[in-house]
């Protein structure tokens, strides 16, 4: 264990959220829920935001105070993800490569999102994963959002090395480090789909160690690359918890 997993372990756990915030999660879910019901019934292009709002019991105007749209709606990507990697990214410290303290900063987001029991998470991950898949709108949403979240993660690493957004180095690292993340989320809605039940703490440490491999190699001999290995086939991109969709580092459902 790294000195920074090793003081992620330490650290207190967050507070429960208040009854004020259990009622705001149990809400966002049941809008995320009727979105994922409509969008599989309806088609992602026929289906407004009017109509989810509408079947949730909620107004338009309650939808955009959880939702930006309807694609985030359906992705229903994990909002405290962020959050949990910012938290380790602001312990950073100069003495200390930059590429392995964001890898352990991801780590802990790894934790965080494989805390969740699997019988809860699984069910609505292949479902998405299915849509996105299936529905090329859905799969540019899905896309979209996922830029959009890497530039957020690539300016979170840029603030916690004190450098810019812009810095190449520092964007190669963010890269780096959500491109493990991305591996691990892929390959675990793959594994999932067939119908094992993937360690997703497992998964990423082995593809942060492939990748590490690679980079340090030059990149594996044809014969290497195509023997079986846990990120030879990353799979499509897969969103809600996980989310291969789109988390840069960031990421999946609630």
Known sequence: MS??????????APARPDLRERRRRATRAEIGAVALDLVERDGYAAT????????????ARTFFRYFAGKEAAVLAPDEEAEEVLARHLARVRPDRPLLEQVED?????VQHLAAEPLDDVVPRVL???????????????ALGLQLEQAGRVAAMVAAAAGTSPDDLRTR????????ALRLACDEWA???????????????????????EVVAAGGPRPEVAARDSVCAEPGA????????????AAAPAR
């Open 190 to 212: 793959r594994r999932a789909e067939a119908g094992e039940r993937p360690d997703l703490v497992a998964l990423h440490a082995e593809c942060r160690a492939v990748l590490r």
């Open 3 to 12: 000195t920074s997993t090793a003081e992620a372990a330490a650290s207190p």
């Open 237 to 248: 991109a897969t969103s809600g918890r996980p989310q291969g969709d789109g988390a840069g």
């Open 48 to 59: 407004t935001v009017e109509d989810i709002a509408h079947a949730a019991g909620v107004s």
């Open 172 to 179: 190669t690292v963010a890269e780096l480090a959500g491109t």
């Open 105 to 109: 900063a991801v780590a802990a987001l």
């Open 127 to 141: 479902r998405v994963r299915r849509l996105v898949l299936a529905d090329p709108a859905l799969t540019a949403a």
